[in-house]
């Protein structure tokens, strides 16, 4: 089974930076479908953005487009958000998410039930 692990999160201003990691025992992530999504106090989990790395399908979240990014290092053993311009309405434990692997998924969007292996998440908080 894999397990995702994220890290990265922690306290940042209004407008700053943060990038967040997700590996998952240090297995090549290639072609696999991968999430980021968070769940802020009291709210549902939501989508962030979701990247099928099959066909290189992206969606991102409306409030976030432009602002973050997924990106993936050379190994692809590690996908990162990267969160730009950050506002306290970014605060959530964010969780990364892995799906099915080698797959075309028209629509393509962040829809929980496709990703199978949840992390355990990281705190990320914007203070005003």
């Known amino acids: 089974q894999l397990q995702p692990v994220e890290s990265g999160g922690g306290v940042v201003q209004t407008g700053g930076s943060l990038r967040l990691s997700c590996t998952a025992s240090g297995i090549s992530l290639d072609r696999y479908e991968i999430g980021w999504f968070r769940q802020a106090p009291g709210k549902e989990r939501e989508g962030v953005v979701c990247?099928?790395?099959?066909?290189?399908?992206?969606y991102y979240e409306d409030s976030v487009d432009g602002r973050f990014a997924i990106r993936r290092d050379a190994s692809k053993t590690t996908v990162y958000l990267q969160m730009n311009d950050v506002s306290p309405d970014d605060t959530a434990v964010y969780y990364c998410?892995?799906?099915?692997?080698?797959?075309?998924?028209?629509?393509?969007?962040?829809?929980?039930?496709?990703?199978?292996?949840w992390g355990q998440g990281t705190q990320v908080t914007v203070s005003s």
């Open positions: 998410a892995i799906g099915g692997r080698g797959n075309v998924v028209i629509p393509w969007n962040c829809r929980q039930g496709q990703f199978h292996f």
């Open positions: 990247k099928n790395y099959n066909d290189g399908s992206t």
